[in-house]
């Protein structure tokens, strides 16, 4: 018999009532929550040298990479039962698990202000098409969250010093790059890595062409 590392539904239940309806909505609000709990990778950047002592940071994240591939394995041999996994993900890798690869990857191979960009934008962007499509609210895609991504994108990149002018158009062309990497359903492939990499890999570039980019070469 398989270990649970769940309630059998009775968190989500629970979740469910405190926001008026049932076990399915809180389902819906503890994947979101999960979701936006991906941003605590940027600690990365803000933790000193030497936090972890023996440890380097970029060590400590590929580890507690390790340890979430290592549970995603127990869980496709049978070994182990966890909560939010949808029934398509049962014979696959599930979502939590291509997420997981996806920000790390992110704080790892790209410069900091893309990779922040990057991992604000899927953590709030994802969620909030997923909430669009849900409460029926198509009116507003794709227009609305390329407009969420875009804003948070161009809030970062003037921060981190980007001209206004590149911050803008990099921010539009990351964005129109993220919604639309949600789109499409590849087999085996979950968007969250798509919606992650490839607008890293698109603002990235637009940091390094052009007069004066704001990224060094590589």
Same mark, same amino acid.
């Given at each position: 018999?398989?270990?649970?590392?769940?309630?059998?539904?009775?968190?989500?239940?629970?979740?469910?009532?405190?926001?008026?309806?049932?076990?399915?909505?809180?389902?819906?609000?503890?994947?979101?929550?999960?979701?936006?709990?991906?941003?605590?990778?940027?600690?990365?950047?803000?933790?000193?040298?030497?936090?972890?002592?023996?440890?380097?940071?970029?060590?400590?994240?590929?580890?507690?990479?390790?340890?979430?591939?290592?549970?995603?394995?127990?869980?496709?041999?049978?070994?182990?039962?966890?909560?939010?996994?949808?029934? +398509?993900?049962?014979?696959?890798?599930?979502?939590?698990?291509? +997420?997981?690869?996806?920000?790390?990857?992110a704080v790892l191979l790209f410069p900091a202000p893309v990779a922040v960009v990057a991992v604000l934008g899927v953590a709030a962007v994802d969620p909030l098409i997923g909430e669009l499509r849900t409460l029926g609210a198509r009116r507003w895609y794709p227009?609305?969250?390329?407009?969420?991504?875009?804003?948070?994108?161009?809030?970062?990149?003037?921060?981190?010093?980007?001209?206004?002018?590149?911050?803008?158009?990099?921010?539009?062309?990351?964005?129109?790059?993220?919604?639309?990497?949600?789109?499409?359903?590849?087999?085996?492939?979950?968007?969250?890595?798509?919606?992650?990499?490839?607008?890293?890999?698109?603002?990235?570039?637009?940091?390094?062409?052009?007069?004066?980019?704001?990224?060094?070469?590589?």
């Open positions: 018999m398989p270990w649970r590392l769940h309630r059998s539904g009775r968190l989500r239940a629970w979740l469910g009532r405190r926001f008026g309806g049932d076990a399915e909505l809180g389902d819906r609000v503890l994947r979101r929550l999960l979701h936006g709990a991906g941003v605590a990778v940027l600690l990365y950047f803000l933790l000193p040298a030497g936090f972890f002592l023996v440890l380097p940071t970029s060590a400590v994240l590929l580890l507690a990479l390790a340890t979430v591939l290592a549970v995603e394995g127990l869980r496709l041999a049978g070994a182990i039962e966890m909560p939010t996994i949808r029934p +398509y993900e049962r014979h696959r890798i599930a979502s939590y698990a291509w +997420y997981a690869i996806a920000l790390t990857a227009a609305g969250p390329v407009a969420a991504y875009a804003g948070i994108a161009v809030a970062v990149l003037l921060g981190a010093g980007w001209d206004p002018a590149r911050a803008v158009g990099g921010a539009l062309v990351a964005a129109a790059v993220a919604v639309a990497a949600e789109r499409p359903r590849v087999a085996g492939l979950d968007d969250d890595l798509a919606m992650t990499v490839l607008p890293a890999i698109a603002l990235w570039a637009v940091g390094l062409l052009g007069p004066n980019p704001p990224l060094a070469p590589p």
